[in-house]
T-cell receptor
Framework: SQQGEEDPQALSIQEGENATMNCSYKTSINNLQWYRQNSGRGLVHLILIRSNEREKHSGRLRVTLDTSKKSSSLLITASRAADTASYFCATDALNVPNAGKSTFGDGTTLTVKP | EPEVTQTPSHQVTQMGQEVILRCVPISNHLYFYWYRQILGQKVEFLVSFYNNEISEKSEIFDDQFSVERPDGSNFTLKIRSTKLEDSAMYFC?????????FGSGTRLTVV
């Protein structure tokens, strides 16, 4: 598997339900980021969690990070139709200079039905 | 909130032509990037730029590609002799510390 793999690839839920997406990675990281992309649009930064953090909240978003398992999850609570989008995780590898790249996963496509 | 601005939003070009994709990063950001996303595929790193030089580039970023920061505000990606497989969304991004701010992208269609 490649650095930054999300699962599931696609998730369809009803409005009001919670959506959980997972991301696994292979190398040690400085931080992990989650991004959202509406169809045909740019990427919007949602949240960043550092390697020494285990959980972070932002509004209806909750991100967890388990560095021992090299995995992260993104939970969207009380989903809305407007949350329909693709969600990507991206990792900054450890000991990479600040100008270094982030590695993106394949993304999870979330569909929230009204 | 500060934005990364990309122009044009959509570019159609003939195979073999040169294109220049333009970006205006956030003014106090230090690191600049180009990524691309072929339709339905993952976001791929092309190149990073810091202190007026390329700091890292991917295998994709071959001699066909070049980047420039010609003045204090613009950051450009030039693709020479475009090929059909260059058709993709090209995203510019900048950051100061951690977490990118992405532009809305330029959809490049090579015909």
């Amino acid at each position: 598997s490649q650095q930054g793999e999300e699962d599931p690839q696609a998730l369809s839920i009803q409005e009001g339900e919670n959506a959980t997406m997972n991301c696994s990675y292979k190398t040690s990281i400085n931080n992990l980021q989650w991004y959202r992309q509406n169809s045909g649009r740019g990427l919007v930064h949602l949240i960043l969690i550092r390697s020494n953090e285990r959980e972070k909240h932002s509004g209806r978003l909750r991100v967890t990070l388990d560095t021992s398992k090299k995995s992260s999850s993104l939970l969207i609570t009380a989903s809305r139709a407007a949350d329909t989008a693709s969600y990507f995780c991206a990792t900054d590898a450890l000991n990479v200079p600040n100008a270094g790249k982030s590695t993106f996963g394949d993304g999870t496509t979330l569909t929230v039905k009204p | 909130e500060p934005e990364v601005t990309q122009t044009p939003s959509h570019q159609v070009t003939q195979m073999g032509q040169e294109v220049i994709l333009r970006c205006v990063p956030i003014s106090n950001h230090l690191y600049f990037y180009w990524y691309r996303q072929i339709l339905g595929q993952k976001v791929e790193f092309l190149v990073s730029f810091y202190n007026n030089e390329i700091s890292e580039k991917s295998e994709i970023f071959d001699d066909q590609f070049s980047v420039e920061r010609p003045d204090g505000s613009n950051f450009t990606l030039k693709i020479r002799s475009t090929k059909l497989e260059d058709s993709a969304m090209y995203f510019c991004a900048s950051r100061r510390n951690y977490g990118y701010t992405f532009g809305s992208g330029t959809r490049l269609t090579v015909v």
